[in-house]
């Protein structure tokens, strides 16, 4: 549980545009999207911040479902009350210019050949490895 922080100008456009945010209805249809769910959830939309309610089968769930609606045009703040069991957490990376998977494995991991640990956390968000982009936050789990 706590307060998570993202760049409102970056992000997955979901049709409104301009300073209006985005809408619960369009949030929840952003996560099936993904395919994320988790039990009892429930989107709450004040201004730029997103509050999540709900209990998530597993810790990296529970961040996906953070990831993904804080990584939306409009979103500055989610305030995550969802439950989860098992899992360790991982860390969030806030990507910058010029930054490539190999490069954010090299910092945290040491090793630039781990970037598809970072992928494969961040799947279904990420398509491909090479489609990053300055603002967006990442997962970074526990190396394996």
Not at 57 to 76: H, P, R, S
């Amino acid at each position: 549980m706590g307060i998570f922080d993202f760049i409102k100008a970056a992000g997955a456009k979901l049709g409104l545009g301009g300073d209006k945010p985005p809408t619960t209805d369009q949030l929840m249809a952003e996560l099936g999207k993904h395919g994320l769910a988790a039990k009892d959830l429930k989107i709450q939309v004040e201004g730029d911040t997103v509050k999540v309610d709900g209990a998530a089968a597993d810790q990296a769930t529970k961040e996906k479902i953070v990831l993904a609606l804080g990584n939306v045009e409009g979103i500055a703040k989610v305030e995550d009350n969802i439950t989860a069991s098992g899992g360790q957490a991982a860390t969030f990376y806030t990507v910058k210019s010029g930054d490539t998977l190999s490069k954010i494995a090299k910092q945290h991991y040491g090793d630039a050949n781990k970037y598809n640990q970072i992928f494969e956390a961040n799947k279904p968000m990420l398509s491909h490895p090479d489609k990053i982009y300055p603002g967006q936050v990442l997962r970074i789990p526990p190396a394996a």
